[in-house]
């Protein structure tokens, strides 16, 4: 029970970062190396990063065009230093790997149970069965919340999870009139310009 608490006090950090990542003296890219970190580190080593970070939070006013990202995850990441360089600013996130990973506490004395219940109250995710109204509700709450203009879906390619639900969830946010684009990349390759070109185009639009 100890080891799930240290998890969950590392989770907590986490969402905070996520809550108050306007308020943090980070670019983008910056800020998601820092998450990402909880990837590898220890919870007591994020833990204490995370703390280190959340301390220098203050009252930043950011310029940039608010937008929401999608996707698996944000690789290559210099694609967060393109949508800045292009006039964006990243509010909020669904990735796979960062804001999908917001799980809450568990209430069960049972340690099994409890991770259990932390995975299954997490936000929704297409590879864990969750339907594209709890998706499209997220999304709708994530942009609603943060002010977005718009949602960029960065998916990785052929990853059927993720696609299958695109034209559906596209759907629901244009008859909520928030435009979206969709990016397809191969994680291995570096960002192309095609791909910041239609970026680009994407927040000039918005």
Same mark, same amino acid.
């Given at each position: 029970? =100890?080891?799930?608490?240290?998890?969950?006090?590392? =989770?907590?950090?986490?969402?905070?970062?996520?809550? #108050?990542?306007?308020?943090?003296?980070?670019?983008?890219?910056?800020?998601?190396?820092?998450?990402?970190? #909880?990837?590898?580190?220890?919870?007591?080593?994020?833990?204490?990063?995370?703390?280190?970070?959340?301390?220098?939070?203050? =009252?930043?006013?950011?310029?940039?065009?608010?937008?929401?990202?999608?996707?698996?995850?944000?690789?290559?990441?210099?694609?967060?230093?393109?949508?800045?360089?292009?006039?964006?600013?990243?509010?909020? =996130?669904?990735?796979?790997?960062?804001? #999908?990973?917001?799980?809450?506490?568990?209430?069960?004395?049972?340690?099994?149970?409890?991770?259990?219940?932390?995975?299954?109250?997490?936000?929704?995710?297409?590879?864990?069965?969750?339907?594209?109204?709890?998706?499209?509700?997220?999304?709708?709450?994530?942009?609603?919340?943060?002010?977005?203009?718009?949602?960029?879906?960065?998916?990785?390619?052929?990853?059927?999870?993720?696609?299958?639900?695109?034209?559906?969830?596209?759907?629901?946010?244009?008859?909520?009139?928030?435009?979206?684009?969709?990016?397809?990349?191969?994680?291995?390759?570096?960002?192309?310009?095609?791909? #910041?070109?239609?970026?680009?185009?994407?927040?000039?639009?918005?």
């Amino acid at each position: 029970m =100890d080891c799930n608490q240290r998890e969950e006090l590392a =989770d907590e950090r986490l969402a905070q970062l996520h809550q #108050r990542r306007t308020a943090l003296p980070f670019t983008d890219f910056d800020f998601y190396r820092l998450i990402r970190s #909880r990837e590898y580190l220890p919870a007591e080593t994020f833990v204490e990063l995370a703390e280190g970070s959340l301390a220098q939070a203050a =009252d930043i006013k950011r310029g940039g065009i608010p937008v929401v990202l999608s996707g698996i995850v944000p690789e290559p990441m210099n694609v967060l230093e393109s949508i800045s360089e292009l006039g964006g600013r990243i509010v909020a =996130d669904d990735f796979a790997c960062c804001g #999908r990973r917001l799980y809450p506490r568990g209430t069960s004395d049972d340690p099994f149970r409890r991770m259990a219940e932390r995975i299954v109250y997490a936000p929704p995710d297409p590879t864990r069965g969750n339907s594209i109204q709890e998706r499209l509700d997220h999304l709708l709450g994530l942009v609603r919340s943060n002010e977005a203009k718009g949602v960029i879906f960065y998916e990785v390619k052929f990853c059927e999870p993720e696609l299958f639900d695109l034209p559906n969830l596209r759907k629901g946010l244009q008859e909520a009139h928030i435009p979206s684009l969709v990016v397809e990349v191969d994680i291995n390759d570096p960002l192309s310009h095609q791909v #910041r070109t239609r970026l680009e185009a994407f927040l000039e639009i918005l």
